[in-house]
């Protein structure tokens, strides 16, 4: 099996850990083999460093110069149109499906179970 998503400068991370839980920040320098330095402008993550294991990498990569400053990552994540991308990808829509899920009270459970059944 052939590996296809790498860590690397411009690729677009889903944060799965922490305050920015949920949302998509691009990768902006290495530091060392377990951090990084993300910025999200678009999203609202700030530039910070972060650990690698508190990331998803994703498909996307935006073509961005190592260290660019913040509105030249907005620019390239805009252009690149990221944000329909991942609202069209399965794994967005399985995610917005647990959200709706684990939103549900307890009588809209069981009107979905009995749905489900008849």
Same mark, same amino acid.
């Given at each position: 099996m052939v590996f296809t998503r790498f860590?690397?400068?411009?690729?677009?991370?889903?944060?799965?850990?922490?305050?920015?839980?949920?949302?998509l920040c691009t990768i902006v320098d290495i530091i060392d083999g377990k951090r990084v330095l993300v910025d999200g402008p678009a999203t609202g993550v700030k530039r910070q460093q972060m650990a690698?294991?508190?990331?998803?990498?994703?498909?996307?990569v935006i073509a961005i110069k190592r260290a660019d400053k913040s509105?030249?990552? +907005?620019? %390239?994540?805009k252009a690149a149109e990221i944000d329909n991308k991942w609202n069209e990808s399965a794994w @967005? *829509? #399985?995610?917005? +499906?647990? %959200?709706?899920?684990?939103?549900?009270?307890?009588?809209?459970?069981?009107?979905?179970?009995? @749905? *489900? #059944?008849?």
């Open positions: 860590v690397e400068v411009g690729r677009v991370v889903y944060v799965s850990y922490g305050a920015d839980f949920g949302k690698l294991n508190h990331l998803y990498l994703t498909d996307y509105d030249a990552v +907005a620019e %390239a994540y @967005a *829509k #399985k995610l917005a +499906a647990r %959200a709706k899920k684990a939103a549900m009270c307890d009588f809209c459970r069981f009107k979905a179970r009995y @749905a *489900k #059944k008849h």
